[in-house]
């Protein structure tokens, strides 16, 4: 399985951004995919993750801002990001879990500056 993330990009304060996620490959069912991120100096951390059927989970950081969706159809994942802050700064990963193995995309930068 591979990922392919895009959506990228440099916002100011309070600005939005839409990240995208196809997954191409040898899928046979995607059970979970999901978001990470990673800040300088910090350790990798959930953002959020949504399940085959639709069920979700976020980060407290990000609740009532970040969206998540997914397109079974298309295998892609949708992180729709509100309000953004300059802690929000981070390399964003996406994520899959198929048949109990992870695999991982490559990261996009989001930076959120004035």
């Known amino acids: 399985v591979q990922l392919q993330a895009s959506g990228g990009g440099s916002v100011q304060p309070g600005g939005s951004l839409r990240l995208s996620c196809a997954a191409s490959?040898?899928?046979?069912?995607?059970?979970?995919m999901g978001w990470y991120r990673q800040a300088p100096g910090k350790l990798r951390e959930l953002v959020a993750i949504?399940?085959?059927?639709?069920?979700?989970n976020y980060a407290d950081s990000v609740k009532g801002r970040f969206t998540i969706s997914r397109d079974n159809a298309k295998n892609t994942v949708y992180l729709r990001m509100n309000s953004l802050k300059v802690e929000d700064t981070a390399v964003y990963y996406c994520?899959?879990?198929?048949?109990?193995?992870?695999?991982w995309g490559q990261g996009t930068q989001v930076t959120v500056s004035s």
């Open positions: 949504i399940t085959n059927g639709g069920s979700t």
């Open positions: 994520s899959s879990i198929s048949r109990g193995q992870v695999y």
């Open positions: 490959g040898s899928i046979f069912r995607i059970d979970v």
